[in-house]
C-alpha cells in the first residue's frame, strides 16, 4: 500500500531537508558552489522566464519577443543547418532510407555524394547508436588529421586526436589532467569566456588571469603575461599552462602570427602547456586565421631547439562558424609535443566517460570535409555557407555602427568570432543606483536593459575586466536590426534618466 503525503511548503521544506535526505546547499561539493558561469546566470534565466511569459499571451512587458544575445547559439537565433550536413545525418539516423535512394533523389532532393557519405560514415560507425572508440571513430580522425594538415601545411597525426562532445569537454578533460591540486595553475585571458574560470573553480585550482589590451584591439601583451606569471610564481602557484582564446570570446579578437609567437615564446622559455582554443577558426573577418600548430611548426623549422619541447593542445567545435550545430556537441582536440605517457592518461581519463556522442563525432567529419568543387552538393553548400559568413558579418558592422553612436560606448571594430565587446561608461548616478541595489553597475545596466527591451546580454563582470572598467557581451546572431534599434533607444533613455 503507498501513503500519501502532503507536499510541504517551502520554509517546510528547507527545515526538513537535513533530516530526509543526505544532500543540501550546505554539504555539496564546494567547488561547485563557488564556481561561475554568467552565460547562463541571472540574466539569463530572467529572460527565459520573459520568453514564457510571452508564449502564455502576457501582453504587460514592454516587448514582444525576447532576443537570447547572451550566448553563441546560432541555430536558436535563425541560422539555418546547411543542408548537406543534414540530409547526411538524417541517412545516419534512418539507414532504412537509404533502401529508397530514388526516392531520396527524386523527391528530397538528396545528391549522390549525401549518400555516398551517408554510407562511408555507416561503414566506419556501423549505427550511431554504438559506442565508437573512445578517442574517436578512426576515420574521422583521419579526416580531420587531413583537415589540419591542408589549414597549416604541416602533417598531423590522427593517433593524436582526441573527438569530443564539443569543446567543453575537452577542455575539462584537459585541466582536469593538468591540474594536479590546488597549487596548480593556469593563466587564462582576462576577458575570458568562462568555462575556464568555471572548470578551475571546480578543480580547487588557480586562476592566473592576464590582461588582454583593449586599446590594442584586445591583443596579448607579452609583458603583462610575465607579470602575472611573476606574480603567481611569487605567491607559490605551479603556473603550468597558458589558455590562449583565438579568435577571442568575448573580445572577438583575432592574434596576429607575431602576438602567438609572443606565446610560444613565453610557453617554451617558462615550460607551460599553450591550450589553444580555437573555436571561432572560422569567424574571422579581417585578416587570415593562423593556428598556434601552424605558428610553432613554422618556429620549430626556423630555430634550432627552443620550442621542440613545447605542449600544444588546440581545440576545434561544430558549434560555431557557419556549422552552428552547438546542440550535436562535436569537437576535437590534437595534442603535440606531449610525453607519450601523458597521453595515455588523456586517452584513460576519457576512455571512462566511453566516447564522444557518435552523431557529434560525424558532424565533425561533415565540418572538416565538406562538399569539394565539382561534387554535386558543392554549390548549395557553398551558397550557403557564404550566405551565413555575410549575414554576420553584417550584422556585426551593423551592430558595430550603432554602438558607434551611442554616448558613453566604445568598441573596437568587429574581427572575428560572434561578439561584441563594447566598453561602457556610465553616469555616477547610475553606478549609486547599482551600488543601492548591491549589484555591479554592468550587471545593473544589463538588467534594465533586458526589463526594458527583452535583450539578453553578458554584463562583463562575468568575463573579467580591468578594474574601473564597463562592459558588456553581446552576440551579433539575432537576425534583423529591430533589436539593435532597441539596444539604442533603451541606451539613450537610460543615460538620459541618470544624468
Ligand atoms: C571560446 C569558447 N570555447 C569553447 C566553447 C564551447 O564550445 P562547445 O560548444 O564546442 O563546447 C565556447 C562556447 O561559446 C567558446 O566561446
Redesign the pocket.
Known amino acids: 500500500m503507498t501513503t500519501r503525503t502532503t507536499v510541504p511548503d517551502a520554509s517546510q521544506r528547507a527545515l526538513s531537508t537535513a533530516a530526509v535526505r543526505c544532500l543540501s546547499l550546505d554539504n555539496i561539493n564546494s567547488n561547485v558552489k563557488a564556481a561561475k558561469y554568467a552565460v547562463r546566470g541571472e540574466l539569463a534565466v530572467k529572460a527565459e522566464e520573459y520568453r514564457v511569459k510571452l508564449a502564455q499571451g502576457d501582453k504587460s512587458l514592454p516587448f514582444d519577443s525576447v532576443i537570447f544575445a547572451n550566448i553563441?547559439n546560432p541555430q536558436q537565433l535563425d541560422q539555418k543547418p546547411i543542408t548537406f550536413f543534414r540530409q547526411v545525418l538524417s541517412l545516419l539516423e534512418n539507414p532504412q532510407l537509404l533502401n529508397n535512394k530514388d526516392v531520396l533523389c527524386t523527391h528530397f532532393g538528396y545528391q549522390d555524394d549525401v549518400i555516398k557519405r551517408a554510407e562511408k560514415l555507416l561503414a566506419e560507425v556501423q549505427s550511431v547508436g554504438a559506442y565508437s572508440h573512445s578517442q574517436g571513430a578512426p576515420l574521422i580522425r583521419e579526416s580531420v588529421a587531413k583537415f589540419i594538415e591542408e589549414r597549416d601545411g604541416f602533417p598531423a597525426d590522427p593517433q593524436s586526436l582526441y573527438l569530443t562532445g564539443?569543446?567543453?569537454s575537452g577542455v575539462s578533460t584537459l585541466l582536469n589532467v593538468i591540474c594536479n591540486g590546488p597549487n596548480a595553475g593556469v593563466l587564462v585571458p582576462i576577458p575570458q569566456?568562462p568555462?575556464y574560470t568555471a572548470t578551475l573553480s571546480l578543480l580547487d585550482a588557480q586562476c592566473v588571469p592576464y590582461h588582454l589590451e583593449e586599446q590594442k584591439a584586445w591583443g596579448t601583451d607579452v609583458d603583462t603575461i610575465k607579470k602575472s606569471l611573476e606574480q603567481a610564481k611569487a605567491a607559490g602557484t605551479d603556473v603550468r599552462a597558458i589558455v590562449v582564446?583565438n579568435p577571442g570570446?568575448p573580445t572577438g579578437a583575432s592574434l596576429s602570427p607575431a602576438d602567438i609567437k609572443s606565446v610560444l615564446d613565453i610557453a617554451a622559455e617558462e615550460k607551460l602547456v599553450v591550450i589553444a582554443?580555437e573555436?571561432y577558426q572560422t569567424n574571422v573577418f579581417i585578416g587570415e586565421f593562423t593556428s598556434f600548430k601552424k605558428r610553432l611548426r613554422e618556429l620549430q623549422q626556423e630555430v634550432s631547439g627552443k620550442y621542440d619541447n613545447v605542449e600544444l593542445v588546440s581545440l576545434h567545435?561544430i558549434?560555431k562558424g557557419m556549422v552552428g550545430e552547438?546542440g550535436h556537441r562535436g569537437?576535437y582536440f590534437e595534442l603535440v609535443g606531449f610525453d607519450p605517457l601523458v597521453a595515455a592518461q588523456v586517452y584513460k581519463f576519457i576512455s571512462i566517460m566511453l566516447c564522444p556522442p557518435v552523431i557529434g563525432q560525424c558532424l565533425v567529419e561533415l565540418m572538416v570535409n565538406p562538399p569539394k568543387e565539382g561534387e554535386p552538393s558543392y554549390e548549395l553548400y557553398q551558397k550557403e555557407y557564404n550566405g551565413i559568413r555575410e549575414g554576420l558579418r553584417q550584422r556585426a558592422f551593423a551592430l558595430y555602427e550603432a554602438f558607434q553612436k551611442m554616448e558613453g560606448v566604445e568598441c573596437q571594430e568587429p574581427q572575428g568570432a560572434m561578439y561584441l565587446f563594447p566598453t561602457i561608461t556610465l553616469p555616477p548616478k547610475a553606478i549609486e543606483a547599482a551600488a543601492a541595489e548591491n549589484r555591479a553597475a554592468d550587471e545593473f545596466y544589463c538588467l534594465a536593459l533586458l526589463d526594458a527591451t527583452g535583450v539578453c546580454v553578458v554584463p562583463g563582470s562575468g568575463f573579467g575586466q580591468k578594474e574601473n572598467t564597463l562592459h558588456f557581451r553581446t552576440t551579433f546572431l539575432a537576425p534583423g536590426t529591430d533589436w539593435v534599434e532597441r539596444i539604442v533607444k533603451f541606451h539613450s533613455e537610460f543615460m538620459a534618466k541618470y544624468k
Open positions: 553563441g564539443g569543446a567543453s569566456y568555462l582564446i570570446n582554443d573555436v567545435s558549434s552547438c569537437g
